[in-house]
């Protein structure tokens, strides 16, 4: 079967859990909705477009491989925003627009925002139904977005291209290891005539987290329930689906 394969590493990372109050937390790994996210923005699905969000959910199942969790950082963030009031019948498509209000209907906000700073994982795609978009197709988009792309938040740019690869694999663990290793020929390949090489090697899967569509290849030491399915886009209403965890030895 056919898996669509591809990294994700950036000084910061932020994967949102459900936001109560002023406290953002952020999980370890990419949350369903983020990548669906991610596909959009590189296909250049409209945030309003509800059918194109929804197809690109339903057609995948989706497996991360954590390589790297990084470690905590934790902002204390204060912004200035206008109330619903000032809001009602203007355009806030941009922050520009929202901030467009008199002075005295800004107010201040504030709240602590959770990042994973120097993490890295794999994500495979599984095509799951006739209709999906073909995962060549969501290859290229990857190689060349639309929108700018992001891991979590606007202030979260990749720090390295998503080498998208399309790998025929018996498992989502097999098409991970199959990637590893066509990355380590590129890294390898791209050495200069001094032999120096310019890419850092990907470190080993620590984790493997899988939804219950994926042919994962690895049995689950755990399965819980996480609120990250997309239901609507413009609403921000999520839905729960089961997340397996498959806790994998480092290799020596």
């Known amino acids: 079967m056919a898996f669509l394969v591809f990294q994700l590493q950036a000084p910061l990372a932020a994967w949102g859990e459900p936001a109560v109050g002023e406290a953002r937390g952020t999980a370890a790994t990419p949350s369903h909705s983020a990548i669906v ?20 959910r339903d057609g995948y199942g989706v497996a991360v491989a954590l390589l790297r969790s990084g470690s905590l950082l934790r902002d204390y963030h204060t912004a200035q925003v206008p109330g619903r009031a000032a809001l009602k019948g203007r355009p806030q498509f ?32 599984q095509a799951m139904v006739p209709t999906a978009m073909p995962l060549e197709a969501l290859a290229s988009a990857l190689r060349a ?36 290793q066509r990355f380590e020929a590129a890294r390898q390949a791209a050495a200069d005539p001094k032999g120096r090489i310019p ?15 994926v042919q994962a290849g690895v049995a689950a030491d755990l399965s819980t329930r996480r609120k990250d399915r997309l239901i609507r886009r413009a609403g921000w209403q999520f839905g729960d689906r089961t997340e397996h965890v498959a806790l994998l030895p480092r290799e020596a």
Request: glycine share 6%.
């Open 37 to 56: 996210g991610l596909l959009g923005a590189a296909l250049g699905v409209d945030r309003t477009d509800e059918a194109g969000h929804a197809a690109l």
């Open 94 to 125: 941009t922050r520009r627009q929202e901030m467009a209000v008199p002075k005295q209907d800004l107010n201040t906000i504030l709240s602590t925002r959770d990042y994973r700073q120097n993490a890295a994982c794999l994500v495979a795609l």
């Open 199 to 213: 890419l850092e090697p990907l470190d080993g899967i620590e984790r493997l987290v899988f939804d219950e569509r």
């Open 145 to 180: 977005p639309r929108f700018v792309l992001y891991l979590g938040r606007r202030a979260c740019p990749p720090a390295a291209p998503l080498w998208p690869q399309v790998v025929e694999a018996a498992s989502a663990h097999a098409a991970f290891n199959q990637y590893a």
